[in-house]
């Protein structure tokens, strides 16, 4: 009972991992499972038809009428051939896509994945073990789809071979026997046959497992080591770093690593070792079942029980029928073996997104006075620790802004600044206390429109090997007047017109050969540019002129408020002398707000931590 729900469980993982690879790419699978049965048509047509041509030769025949089955065997195999090399030209396409719908899938799998799993390591470390598993050996989906053709095929096969056969075990031979003979002749030889031909199977099947067992267990250990191995491939092929490679010549150093992790001779002796014993049992239990066949269907010949043309069709479709069942088993041990990396998918895309999903539309809240933008923030006590975590990142946080202010959130590294930023974009929900906009609690909001009012410029920012004006507006097509527009507020008009292509220019030389590189000041101008092309009444600027040159940051300081115009500005940033133009100003230290106010009042407080910080830096400018 216990094996029995086993199998059960494992066929349902069988069964539902096809069911992703449909909704993954559908195409793969019919257009394989056409060609499957396009490649089983064809020897059995050809077999059975061959078998009536000999038939018909022994009964003498016209040659008119032998020529009838000849005209059929080509004829199909004809149109079979036609068929299937329409159906191959769609597989080969199919084939090359599906490695990039499966990295889509995934990728949309993370854009709906709550932002907590995002960011714990664990999470990481398992896409990077689904995606080593098929790259590296072609685990998970993708044995799905090669195993497709392999599993149409033997299923067809073995409804032909029985259909086909099922004379062989009901025929009798004419007139009286006696001893041996009369016993091939009685339905209890079909039976000790059939039997055979189970306990062959059954055999097989022992032997596939264990060495399909021995193989995915020593794929399994390798599972590490590819890792790292595709890491250092990765290293010596970035050119981003073949300037340090070069300088402090790590070449060797990368390539001997590298080499370290790919020579593992013993796990490749374990499996040439295991498939060795095994498929000597097996032929040898084939040769057993076959010979006994062949004199089974030789003898039932010889006693006039069928003819010539049977013979050969009997002996031919049997042994297909053998050769079926065991693939048939064989891809079942392969399927379940694989059911590991399968699973590992499924805790993947299964994991669950906590977070309440409002329904109230953000715009609209929009009609306090004061205009669609009159929005107003509150943190009100507010408590966070991060999920596994038994400390507080912030502890009764306490602060409200309205529409149109500049506020300033200053403090040590690990002060809480980075978190109250994720708070306030819902990346999480507080532990304790609520966040409200315009008076109600931000959860009740529909959870894309609540973000479509944020714009942020992260510290950790990231711009793409796409055209100028795409990274810009984060969009194939755009406006362009618009683009322009807001890299001249973010101070990268001069540099557009140095561009070689304008807005068209791609950036970096990942995919273009004419890319241009940027520096980080300049990438930072157009990650600037980008937040305030998306034109949400929130913008935050995660230390948003770390990159830039005293000049250019001068630039942006004076020119900020006409940059963020009527919008709220949230401001983080280490430079305390880059918040003075700010209306307001929060001091965090140890995930409190320790002080509230503006630079004057702020500083006038000698026992202030925002006093303290400000003289540690002024130091390095007074000496």
Known sequence: MFELKKAKCELQTILRGYKLLYSIDKDIIIYKALRAAIAVVSPYTTLYFTA???SGIAAGKTFGQLMVYAALIVTINLIMSVLSRLVSRKIRIADQNLWNSISLYFNSVNMKMQYEHLENPATHLKRDRIFQAQNANGFGVMLLSWQVETFVNVIASIILSVALTLGLFTLKAPGEYHGMWNFVNSPLSALIILGLLCLNIITSIKMTGKSSAVFYNEIKNLADQNRVSFFYLELLGNYESAAEIRIFNESPLIQKSWLNYMLHPVYTTNIVRANARFARVQTGSGFVMNLVLYIFIGAKAYMG???????????????????AV????????????????????????????????GTLPV????????????????????????????????????????????LAVVGMNGSGKTTFIKLLCRLYDPTEGEILLNGI????????????IFSVVFQDFKL??????????????????????????AGFGA????MPEGLDTCLYKDFEERGVEISGGEAQKIALARALYKDAPFIVLDEPTAALDPVAEYEVYFKFNEIVGNKTAIYISHRLSS??????????????????????????????KYHELWYAQAQYYNT
């Open 579 to 608: 918040c003075r133009f700010c209306d307001e100003i929060a001091v965090f230290d140890n995930g409190k707000i320790v002080q509230q106010g503006n630079h004057e009042e702020l500083i006038a407080d000698e026992n202030g």
């Open 52 to 54: 009536q041509l000999i």
């Open 305 to 323: 029980a069928f003819g010539i043309g049977n013979f050969v069709l009997y002996t031919g479709t049997v042994a297909k029928f053998v050769s």
């Open 363 to 406: 715009e609209k809240r929009a009609f306090c006075e004061g205009g669609d933008n009159d929005y107003e923030i509150e943190f009100r006590d507010v408590s966070f620790k991060y999920p596994a975590s038994e400390e507080y990142a912030l502890r009764h946080v306490s602060v409200k802004f309205h529409v149109g202010e500049r």
């Open 326 to 357: 065991t693939s048939l088993f064989d891809t079942f041990a392969r399927l379940k073996n694989n059911n590991i990396y399968l699973r590992e998918i499924f805790e993947y895309i299964d994991m669950p997104n906590t977070m309440y999903q």
């Open 495 to 498: 540099r557009l017109q140095e």
């Open 464 to 489: 793409f090997s796409f055209s100028l004006g795409q990274n810009v507006a984060a969009s194939v097509k755009y406006d362009r007047e618009r683009v322009k527009a807001c890299l001249e507020k």
């Open 441 to 452: 609690d931000i959860k009740k909001y529909d959870y894309d429109e609540y973000m479509s």
